[in-house]
């Protein structure tokens, strides 16, 4: 009897049967040979049914599956240098166990819409297999980074009474007669948990009504918030470049393999270790008039002042400092410069733009109320913010990072759409 094995591992079975259970990718017809490429979610691998080593309907089988068709193989694992893998199979045995109709993807080239539309389907080419692999990888090393690292994993809800980023992007829904609004961020209930845990994060999908159509922004989207008490923007800036460091590290030293299906270019990645450069809001604007860029003190970085920032150096770069005027509701000012903010943004290298924002939040009772009602926000959703300044309010920071920009760079994506398996975006929600 064959063992069941799997293509990432089917060389612990050299010279023996196995069985793997899979999917037809593709098919190459030479009369009494048929060459299946054959994957089960861990690999490809080449499988060769020969007429004569096998059953006639096993055969027959070989002949008549088509591309996607579920099947069960089972055969000799051979050794063979030129085999995608270094192993190939010499079945002995076919079984088809869904017929499939003829697939919609085939290898030629579709467009965007076309496959958006086919996502459910799209999702098993090699390309998004390793996407999706790259992603999980960089979850877990967010995951690890922070329970290695003293912070407690706490999980915040998802629908709130009130904005924390801004009341412009918020996806508004009924609540048995109340309005309730989808999270933008676990950041506020996290800044609660900090006073019974010390360091905590929350890990989960946040929500933006974005209107804007652009290659970096997603309506649902994944961010994890480390927040910290007794903790002050330089703290937040020293645990976001560690933390950067290691997803990237990680992800090299455990999907090398992916990052090749992807043609990845990683002697970048390999270059980013700490230190980061670090440069004040102020000092970007100076060097963005320099180069050219039209911008008045105040003014956001759009996507060409980030690309311009980031090409500063081949690591990303820590912009610190931004006028409080541009920013959330919660930011603490620069005691220095009242007008600053003492904020941190990350960009990535390469053109990819914001993925980590964050910094040290306001722990003053007085403030905070000033400036909920300064942002015209409802106090009455917020009072237990409020609270939070009353009963032992301390420095604290923390910052998100979007899981999605971060797969978009480390696996060298034009868009972000394929970042996450089923993307909400402006005008799709289908499938
Ligand atoms: O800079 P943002 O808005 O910061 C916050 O939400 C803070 N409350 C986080 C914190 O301090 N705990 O968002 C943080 C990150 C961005 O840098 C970006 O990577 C990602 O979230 N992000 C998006 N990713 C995809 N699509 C969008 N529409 C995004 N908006 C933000
Ligand atoms: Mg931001």
Redesign the pocket.
Known sequence: MAGRAYVETVGQHEGEQATIKGWLYNKTDKGKLQFLLVRDGTGIIQAVAFRDDMPAEAFKAAQQATQESSIIMTGIVRADKRAPGGYELALTSLEIVQLADPYPITPKDHGVGFLMDHRHLWLRSARQHAILKVRAEVIRACRDYLDDNGFVLVDTPILTPAA??GTS?LFETDYFGESAYLA?????Y?EASIASLGKVYCFGP?F?A?KSKTR????E?W?V???MAYADLDDCIELAEGFVAYIVQTVLDRQKAQLEVLERDTTLLEKVTPPFPRLSYDEAVAMLREQGHDMEWGDDFGAPEETALAQKSDKPVLIHRFPTQSK?FYMEPDPERPELSLSV??LAPEGYG??????QRIADYDLLLTRVKEHKLPEEAFRWYLDLRRYGSTPHS?????I???VAWICGLEH?RETISFPRMLHRLYP
Do not use: K, V, W, Y
């Open positions: 924390c980023e992007t933008q961020s676990g950041q506020l996290s946040t933006r974005e970096r922004h997603l309506l989207f961010m918030e480390p927040e959330a943004d990350c914001e993925i980590i924002g964050g910094g923390g910052f998100g990072l979007g999605e920009r971060t972000i």
